[in-house]
Nanobody
């Protein structure tokens, strides 16, 4: 059983930065693609970024490309999402998720509990 725990959310001013962490337990990161998703109130869940278990390739939604960076630390079994130039539109609950198949499956198998990110002055 894979377990994921997010941390690092909070309140930040527009233009600020945050780094989210996703601590993975139960299996090595080498076995799972790890994705970051977000859901704002009244909106559908949106895929934000993903890092591939195969070769470390990274993928980003157009809305965050150039501002967010996904990375992994296999020694710590943790995936990070560095978020810069944050905008009020980035306000959402952010979730990390794991799947063995692909970064592009419709529904990832394992999910964390989420962490709130609020961008406001």
């Amino acid at each position: 059983q894979v377990q994921l725990v997010e941390s690092g959310g909070g309140l930040v001013q527009p233009g600020g930065s945050l780094r989210l962490s996703c601590a993975v337990s139960g299996y090595s990161l080498n076995y799972y693609h790890i994705g970051w998703f977000r859901q704002a109130p009244g909106k559908e869940r949106e895929g934000v970024s993903c890092i591939s278990k195969n070769d470390g390739s990274t993928y980003y939604a157009d809305s965050v490309r150039g501002r967010f960076t996904i990375s992994s630390d296999n020694a710590k079994n943790t995936v990070y999402l560095q978020m810069t130039s944050l905008e009020p539109e980035d306000t959402a609950v952010y979730y990390c998720a794991a799947d063995r198949s692909s970064c592009f499956v419709p529904n990832f198998r394992y999910w964390g509990q989420g962490t709130q990110v609020t961008v406001s002055s």
